[in-house]
């Protein structure tokens, strides 16, 4: 923000607000993504926003913020170690293995074989409905599958607590994520209003969030109004002006279009002569603007003597040429003016660099002599001066009323049919709607 205004101060030129905020939303490094709660009348979130104070990332329920920190940092809070233990005895011939991410699940007659299901399910794969992903577990009855589920079946895993006062022996992955959701998951999670994005963070949004981002960053790039208004915001802090060209397109700039009146004004000959250039060139440039009232003078080249013929082995020197002034001192004393000029307003250069006089407002009409404040000027009432303008007859005056004929039916083609409007959200639409009568 503060980049873009100190090149808007020191370009002195005025600059289109959204073709300025169209620039800043086509790279992601320009911006950043602000996510915030909307509360209902009770005051409480409709959708609470979690955050993981590890890494900062961002999550729509406990759950899988909790799946989250025992997938990534689970090293942080517990260790595991392999204890061997007696395989399962008996003949198996196939297993279950999910299809999507390939776990062996096991026998479906085995005695953990659904509390594993359901454990993979609410781990992994919580958006999908449960009897879809059942519905993905294949049967395998290849040895090598079976032998290796048999081969991990025959250790055990025991998790041992770190960073605590007291370190514990847990069983199993369930008491591991009762013993997290008692101890850390009030210090490690909390709940927020709003929070900025961190860029990384982004891509390890949830789906929903992700979405959200999506079809706004795509809502903003056709018709980009909240990048606008916080530029609006931050160029106003700056010290930028806002004005509208020709009533149409907000411009920021250094200074509001502000006509200067040679005739009320004094201001130097500099100044004059720039007034009467601009107004005799419309949509001149700077460069032109330039050149034409202080041209840089011209070189003349001198005629060199013949030099003597230079000695064998030695190659000819060529002749320097005078190298042209970079400046004088009226080009100076033009830039100088041009700069008060766009500075104060009485000149603009847009970003096309077309060069223009701000316009001289227009004159306000003025009350007749001895006219009391807010009666309306001489010649009759407002609308009589417009219809007249029109070609329409004035109204009449007094008692004299015009003659009507029967009045028109101006009941709504719609209402007559039997069509009530329907409120559907982007368009009008209309329904029918039976009349009933004698009731």
Not at 10 to 37: M, N
Not at 77 to 95: A, C, L, N, Q, R
Not at 111 to 126: I, T
Request: proline share 10%.
């Amino acid at each position: 923000m503060n980049s873009l205004a100190r090149q808007i101060r020191l370009s002195c030129r005025a600059f289109p607000l959204f073709e300025v905020a169209g620039l800043v939303i086509q790279k992601p490094d320009r911006y950043d993504v602000t996510l915030r709660v909307i509360k209902g009348k009770d005051g409480k979130p409709q959708q609470p926003l979690l955050v993981c104070s590890i890494d900062d990332t961002v999550w729509l329920s406990e759950a899988d913020a909790v799946a989250h920190i025992l997938t990534v940092h689970f090293d942080m809070f517990y260790s595991v170690e392999k204890m061997p233990t007696d395989p399962p005895k008996g003949t198996y011939t196939f297993v279950a293995q999910c299809g999507i991410s390939g776990e062996i699940l096991g026998p479906p007659n085995y005695h953990g074989y659904q509390e594993k299901l359901r454990h993979l399910h609410s781990e992994r794969f919580n958006r999908m409905p449960f009897e879809v992903f059942k519905a993905r577990v294949r049967i395998v009855k290849d040895e090598s599958v079976v032998k290796k589920w048999l081969e991990s079946q025959s250790f055990r895993s025991e998790f041992t607590t770190l960073n605590v006062p007291e370190p514990m022996k847990l069983a199993s992955r369930e008491e591991v994520e009762q013993h997290f959701r008692d101890t850390h998951l009030g210090v490690l999670v909390r709940s927020v209003d709003q929070i900025m994005l961190k860029r990384e963070n982004i891509a390890k949004l949830p789906q929903p969030l992700q979405a959200l981002v999506r079809v706004s960053t795509d809502r903003e790039r056709r018709f980009p109004i909240r990048v606008a208004t916080a530029l609006s915001n931050a160029f106003a802090q700056a010290g930028l002006q806002f004005f509208k060209r020709d009533k149409t397109i907000v411009h920021v700039a250094v200074a509001r279009p502000h006509y200067l009146d040679l005739d009320t004004q004094v201001v130097s000959e500099g100044v004059k002569r720039i007034i009467s250039y601009i107004q005799a060139n419309p949509s001149t440039t700077r460069k032109a603007l330039i050149d034409t009232l202080a041209p840089l003078p011209t070189v003349v080249v001198p005629v060199a003597e013949p030099a003597p013929a230079p000695a064998e082995g030695e190659a000819a020197a060529a002749p320097a040429a005078p190298a042209a002034p970079a400046s004088t001192p009226e080009r100076e004393a033009v830039l100088t003016d041009l700069h008060w000029l766009l500075h104060q307003g009485h000149v603009i250069e847009f970003a096309s660099g077309t060069v223009e006089l701000a316009k001289k407002p227009a004159a306000k009409p003025e009350p007749a002599p001895g006219a009391k404040p807010g009666t309306p000027p001489q010649g009759g009432q407002p609308g009589q001066q417009q219809g007249q303008q029109q070609g329409r007859q004035p109204r009449k005056e007094g008692n004299e009323r015009r003659e009507r004929g029967p009045r028109q039916d101006r009941t709504p083609w719609s209402r007559k049919h039997g069509l009530m409007p329907v409120t559907t959200p982007g368009y009008p639409a209309y329904a029918a709607v039976p009349q009933l009568s004698g009731l």
